[in-house]
């Protein structure tokens, strides 16, 4: 009976390594409405670009935690990052 519970930990330390590292976050510029949500959520990721009028990457990576709630909370779901399935966010 102890293989199951081996297999869940498994998974959980998987899903913890995923958050842990760095993972390219991306922005679909053409979707964004420029709501701003995104650089007063995250800071540290994300800022304004005042000639384009949208906000752009101020870091181009980031961990699992750092950009889920700004994922989360985007109106027009135009935030992602590579390699995560919907779900993931």
């Keep these: 009976m102890q293989q199951p519970a081996l297999q869940q930990t ?3 330390q998987t899903a ?3 958050e842990d590292a760095l993972h390219e976050v991306l922005i679909d510029r053409s979707e964004c409405n420029a709501c701003s949500g995104c650089c007063d959520i995250c800071p540290d990721i994300f ?15 980031a961990t699992h935690d750092e950009v889920r709630e ?5 109106p027009r779901r135009c935030i992602s990052v ?8």
């Design 70 to 74: 700004a994922i989360s909370l985007c």
């Design 47 to 61: 800022e304004w670009d005042e000639d384009m009028g949208r906000p752009s990457l101020k870091s181009q990576f």
């Design 16 to 18: 913890n390594q995923q």
């Design 10 to 12: 498994a998974r959980q």
């Design 82 to 89: 590579e390699g995560w399935t919907e779900e993931f966010y």
